[in-house]
């Protein structure tokens, strides 16, 4: 019977530990997620940047291409 005393005062101690721990886990994993997201929009605006600079391109490219050839039926 002593010992069954022994064990119940140790249960709560364990039960608190495990609950301290998982608390902190949350808490970690909380941050794996918050910088996830950050990391998530860095990455989407670099994609948008991305995909303006090639439209930008591609319509330089076809303004230049206009152009030439233009002046060329033109004779100018």
Same mark, same amino acid.
Do not use: H
């Given at each position: 019977?002593?010992?069954?005393?022994?064990?119940?005062?140790?249960?709560?101690?364990?039960? !608190?530990?495990?609950?301290?721990?998982?608390?902190?886990?949350?808490?970690? $994993?909380? !941050?794996?997620?918050?910088?996830?997201?950050? /990391?998530?929009?860095? /990455?989407?605006?670099?994609?948008?940047?991305? !995909?303006?600079?090639?439209?930008?391109? /591609?319509?330089?490219?076809?303004?230049?291409? $206009?152009?030439?050839?233009?002046?060329?039926?033109?004779?100018?």
């Amino acid at each position: 019977m002593a010992q069954a005393t022994g064990d119940t005062n140790e249960a709560p101690e364990q039960t !608190q530990q495990i609950l301290t721990e998982i608390r902190e886990l949350r808490q970690e $994993v909380e !941050q794996a997620n918050k910088k996830t997201d950050e /990391f998530n929009q860095r /990455f989407d605006n670099y994609q948008k940047a991305t !995909q303006w600079v090639v439209q930008l391109a /591609f319509s330089l490219i076809a303004a230049a291409t $206009v152009t030439v050839i233009v002046s060329t039926v033109l004779g100018r």
